[in-house]
């Protein structure tokens, strides 16, 4: 009987600890495809329970995530399974079952804003998708929802719960404005209703004014503490503003890469926070500049798309191609930002590109020298002697006619940059952009064998000769 008894005791299920990591994946597979016949059969309850167990084994399969978040829906346990689409999609962003099952979750808890996004998402991916396309028209009937509840409060105008329904809907729309003044007029004849304080606190939170939705939220849960939207809202909301301030004090205490992932995880509590998601990804594209992490433009790109009002993204953007000398698309960001706000720096900064375009056009003296912009007046002369006889016709007499051509050309623009730099008056009209035709330099009749026998002092020819197979040495005459 003891034996029995400790037969029955006996554990079944694998030691994870002991398995190594492809018998972890055959473990986790066997589990998926048991909890795919529960599915088929129906018994979602029991499906659950072997998604689960192969989630377990193996916590970063997103195909895992996917199915259990489609039985949680056939449970209609929406909350839970919009949280396991939302890990899904995290962990592959082009997990197109993640993003439908995620968007038919929002939409069946009424956020159809998010919803339309997710479908979107899907067919960025799966253009032909017929199912988001599909879904996208239903998320179209959110609109029609706010048509009825205002036909519905024609004949009843008083109903509060009417008002809450057209409030919340708008929220979700993102119609920020007329939800919260829908609520607030509830809150002035019913200021215990939980209901419109949660409205009020979920246009807060999605307009990046975190602090206030709290309250909003909290006040909501003293009304009524079982009410699941606020304790949801709430919980998020404390969430990512505790991860958005941990991120900054880590950049401020040059914490960069701290910083870097601090930002990534705020990104994904709540995807359909535009606002305060915004702000993130200019965070970081903060950080990769002091990392100098080329994702920067994407960054900050990302930032925009989600919020074409968000000023200081253009203004990163375009400081990031004014670093890398992408002229045209900093004037671009910078005329956007000033037609916004015209304010005497965004004039400045846009005029200050445009003048940076306008000299990228121009042929570049220092380029075409080798020397720095801050070269000395003594490393201007060292290097036009070191090119000048480089390129001097002379020294390639005996090549092809095209070289002869090109070694030529090279030569005019090295004497007529030397020409420029190593004239006071006429590097500083070119270093400020100014034209210099405007003191009558015409470079196209531009003599380069006069300045470099200025330069060289020759009393008479010169000429390059042969000292050995591949050298040659100048000679004045």
Known sequence: ???????????????????????????????????????????????????????????????????????????????????????????????????????????????????????????????????????????????????????????????????????????????????????????????????????????????????????????????????????????????????????????????????????SEALTIDPNNIKTNAKLYCNRATVGSKVKNKKIFGYCTKAIKLDETYIKAYLRRAQCYMDTELYEEAVRDYEKVYQTEKTKEHKHLLKTAQLELKKSKRKDYYKILGVEKNATEDEIKKAYRKRALLHHPDRHSGASPELQKEEEKKFKEVGEAFSVLSDPKKKSRYDSGQDLEDDGMNMGDFDANNIFKAFFGGPGGFSFEASGPGNFFFQFG
């Open 1 to 263: 009987k003891m034996a029995t008894e400790n037969c029955d005791a006996v554990n079944t299920e694998p030691d994870m600890e002991l398995l190594s990591d492809e018998e972890l994946e055959r473990e986790a597979e066997g589990f998926k495809e048991q909890g795919n016949a529960f599915y088929v059969k129906k018994d979602y309850a029991e499906a659950f329970n072997y998604y689960t167990k192969a989630i377990d084994m193996c916590p970063r399969n997103p195909s895992y995530y996917g199915n259990r978040a489609a039985t949680l829906m056939m449970l209609c346990r929406y909350r839970e399974a919009l949280e396991d689409a939302q890990q899904a999609v995290r962990l592959d962003g082009n997990f197109v079952k993640g993003h439908l099952r995620e968007g038919k979750c929002h939409l069946s808890l009424g956020n159809a804003m998010a919803a339309r996004r997710c479908f979107q998402k899907v067919l960025e991916l799966e253009l032909e998708n017929g199912q988001a396309q599909q879904e996208v028209s239903e998320c179209l009937c959110s609109l029609k929802v706010v048509f009825c509840m205002d036909r519905a409060l024609e004949s009843a105008p008083a109903c509060h719960k009417f008002k809450i329904l057209k409030a919340e809907c708008l929220a979700l729309l993102g119609r920020y404005p007329e939800a919260q003044s829908v609520a607030s007029d509830i809150l002035r004849m019913d200021s215990t209703n939980a209901d419109a304080l949660y409205v009020r606190g979920l246009c807060l939170y999605y307009e990046d004014c975190i602090d206030k939705a709290v309250q909003f939220f909290v006040q909501a849960l003293r009304m009524a503490p079982d009410h699941d939207k606020a304790r949801l809202a709430c919980r998020d909301a404390k969430a990512l503003k505790a991860k958005k301030e941990e991120g900054n004090k880590a950049f401020k205490d040059g914490n960069f890469e701290a910083a870097y992932e601090l930002y």
